[in-house]
Nanobody, 126 residues
Framework: QVQLVESGGGLVQAGGSLRLACAASGRALSMYFMGWFRRAPGKERDFLAAINWSGDRTYYADSVKGRFTISRDNAKNTVYLQMNSLRPEDTAVYYC???????????????????WGQGTQVTVSS
């Protein structure tokens, strides 16, 4: 199975940027469809973005479309989430997730993913 470790979180002012990374080990990242989710205090885990195995298809939640960009480097076994124009409401724990199989439109559901990282905290101050 694959192990996932997120990094790159931290404290940033509103309007700033962060780049999260999700490093995979144990199995080749190219075997997995990847997604990013977040969970704010007291809220459900929300879908943010997903990317297919080769990286030529990406999918975004409306809340982050145009501000966040997901990408992957299979040679480096790493998936990224570039986050721009951050807002206080983006404050949350951010998780990456991996799925061996994925059907159309199922990428928005956390239950579609088989493996999860431990999360990284992002805090956006106003």
């Amino acid at each position: 199975q694959v192990q996932l470790v997120e990094s790159g979180g931290g404290l940033v002012q509103a309007g700033g940027s962060l780049r999260l990374a999700c490093a995979a080990s144990g199995r080749a990242l190219s075997m997995y469809f990847m997604g990013w989710f977040r969970r704010a205090p007291g809220k459900e885990r929300d879908f943010l973005a997903a990317i297919n195995w080769s990286g030529d298809r990406t999918y975004y939640a409306d809340s982050v479309k145009g501000r966040f960009t997901i990408s992957r480097d299979n040679a480096k076994n790493t998936v990224y989430l570039q986050m721009n124009s951050l807002r206080p409401e983006d404050t949350a724990v951010y998780y990456c997730a991996a799925a061996r199989l994925m059907v159309s439109n199922a990428w928005v559901h956390a239950r579609s993913y088989d493996y999860w990282g431990q999360g990284t905290q992002v805090t956006v101050s106003s």
